[in-house]
């Protein structure tokens, strides 16, 4: 923010010029912001007309708008049981990334050295190749035949007739696996503005190294913490490919229902009733944490 | 014993390190599967195995019914939506970050929002309004793109301001104490020093495009992406040319990347002589 500051300063000295730049600010956001106004702000309209729509018309035979809260208490009862799978995998999922995550971040901000940007790239290598791939790649890790499940089978963990694909174990793990990087990032974009000085002064006044990183850089990095459960609590949420390819129809998420409703089915109002309490949720839930760490330190 | 011990320290002091490194490896590992997998039979043509090695899948990409003219189709669609997203995206930025005006935040705010609405309800919305405009018998190709370049919208905005709040604004001044007019600075200065920016902003643009599926799946009618075409044939038989395509995909990336990296070091180089 301080940069931003400084950028205006030449501006302040003479108020003519800050008066006269004001309009092409607003002309070099106009087409910009058209189109997230017409293809992000009108959807969502039109998704809650949607979602109101009376439940007795079709999409050949077209809807009628009867203000059908209705829908609302019909589509959380009939898929409870998806909509519940959706949020623990989901939280289960941004847990295991924030666990697995933070160590790396930590790595990469103050052990990395010279191999940082290094590290900081094969973070985000997974991405290059498909995410579809990736997960289907998972399949055959997770396998019945696979060494994992072989392992697992020696060790007795798993039972001799046990699996791992098909369950929900595996869509978490694919899950924690592809979400993983939006959890890293923001984490290291945190830890990387600490002062390692201030760790070093806090073991210098004889704290222990976990009592120096609950007390110091624990509390430092909140922002990143925070912003890295939104970033991969909201995808993971609503993802169904991983519910697909690794899961069964028991592990079926609130995804795949309403792609199935939309696509196969045809029910419109159940699917944009399903999808807008998704959004609900999702407003509720970073409105909380936004009031925890203020927007500036989040963006 | 004192081995034991010092062996024991060394892992101590390293512990963080160490752990960082293995999840780094967890998160390979998939990458490795694709790239073996580029060069196998399976043992049936049901099963997604590992078999035996093959050149068959490298010299006969496009093998598999659909697939070339998928991945042509993605790569169209990622072109013209990483044109229009980085053009629109880059003057959004360049608002936000060298101008002060009313509703600066809540644009700011408004901006951040695409990226963290899930993308089953982004594309379920964008459905809705092409269904209430009357366009449901039209998804397709259009379709596709104007979802696209929405959701790629942001990540330019974003990328690219960041690299201009991060610029040294003194070039740009000295620019104008040598009497540049303002055109001068903006295309001698400003535009070079943000183009890597504008770069990488397109390059994220692109795979973003080129590898979603949620927000196509429901928008796209019945034209096929790449991702569609990997999802439909996941649920019959999987072709062994897609993890040639994924493996391709992975190397020029990282190409991309590391050349874009051995430059910086290069001119940063030059600049220190």
Redesign the interface.
Known sequence: MT??C???E??AISGAT?RR??P???W??L???A??LL??V???Y??I??SLYDPQGG?DSGYEMTWHVANYAHAIRDYAGPFARSLLYGGVATVLCLL??Y??????A???GKWR?L?L???I??????????T??????L?D?GAIVGFLKWLHILSADGRLLATPVAVVAGLT?NF??FMVLPLYAALEKIDPSLIEAAGDLYASPVRGFLKITLPLSKAGVVAGT??TF??A?????NAQ?LGNTQTRM??NV??DL??NVGD?PA??AL??S??FL?VGM?MYYIQKVS?DE?? | MNVLRKMLDWIGDRIVLITGILVLVYMFIPIFVVVAMSFNVPPSRNVYQFGTFTWHNWLHVCEPYGMCAALARSMEIGLLATLVATTLGTLMAFALARHRFVGRTVVNLFVFLPMTSPEIVMGSSLLALFVAAGLGGQLGFWTILIAHIMFCLSFVVVTVKARLTGMDSHLEEAAKDLYATEWQTFWRITFPLVFPGILGAALLSFSLSFDDFIITNLNAGTTTTFPMFVWSSAQRSIPMQINVVGTVMFAIALLVVLGGELHRRRTKRQLAK
């Open positions: 940069s931003a400084h950028t205006v030449p501006d800050h730049r004001i092409i600010a607003y070099l956001l087409p910009g912001m189109w997230l293809f992000f009108v959807p969502f039109s998704l007309a949607t999409v697995l995550g160590p790396l971040a930590y790595a990469i103050f052990k990395a940007n590290m790239v094969m973070v290598a997974p991405f290059f190749t498909s995410f579809l791939i990736r289907l790649a998972w399949q055959l890790i396998a035949q696996y993983l990087p939104l970033l909201i995808p949420a609503g993802d169904y490919i390819l609130l995804g309403i792609q939309f696509a419109y699917a944009g999808s807008m998704l959004m999702i970073v927007t989040l963006i």
